[in-house]
């Protein structure tokens, strides 16, 4: 299992932490998270954007030890 932080992939300060054991499942708990607590962020969020956050989340969970 492996946890990422929200602050790690651009959440600022925010202090939400997702855990699952496929990066699917903690991009999913990431994007329902990002939904409610980053809905302004998710509004300007472009194709571009996404990518980017995508290729950065791949590189953490790589990076990320299992717990």
Do not use: R, Y
């Not at 932080?5 to 054991?21: D, H, I, L, Y």
């Not at 995508?54 to 030890?65: C, I, Q, R, S, V």
């Amino acid at each position: 299992m492996k946890t990422i932080k929200c602050s790690q992939v651009g959440g600022g300060t925010c202090t939400f932490e997702a855990s699952g054991e496929t990066p699917e499942e903690v991009k999913g708990k990431m994007a329902e998270h990002a939904k409610v607590a980053h809905a302004d962020m998710m509004a300007k969020a472009t194709p571009e954007s996404m990518a980017e956050w995508n290729t950065m989340f791949d590189k953490l969970w790589a990076e990320t030890p299992n717990a």
